[in-house]
């Protein structure tokens, strides 16, 4: 979103839409968090990553570690439930 509007393609001047995107999807993630929360607890580290994407700063240098944050997740989803070893 950020792009579109540096590059010109899309015409905003005010900053105001994009906190607004911000603070909706905060309250959006935390919603779904407190819901969800004891099913998904690793679903909080991408939440609050979701916000930087539609913050009006968010140049690309932001979102070279989302990768890594996003691999964390799913080792920690993978190794964090107990495995069943059988022996033969």
């Given at each position: 979103m950020v792009s579109l509007v540096q590059t010109g393609i899309v015409d905003i001047h005010s900053t105001l839409l994009f906190t607004l995107m911000e603070v909706i999807s905060f309250a959006g993630g935390l919603t779904w968090y407190l819901i969800y929360g004891?099913?998904?607890?690793?679903?909080?580290?991408?939440?609050?990553?979701?916000?930087?994407?539609?913050?009006?700063?968010?140049?690309?240098?932001?979102?070279?570690?989302?990768?890594?944050?996003?691999?964390?997740?799913?080792?920690?989803?993978?190794?964090?439930?107990?495995?069943?070893?059988?022996?033969?």
């Open positions: 004891r099913k998904y607890p690793v679903a909080a580290i991408p939440l609050s990553i979701l916000p930087v994407f539609l913050s009006w700063r968010s140049l690309v240098g932001y979102f070279y570690y989302v990768d890594v944050i996003l691999l964390a997740v799913v080792l920690i989803q993978y190794y964090g439930q107990p495995r069943l070893f059988f022996a033969r």
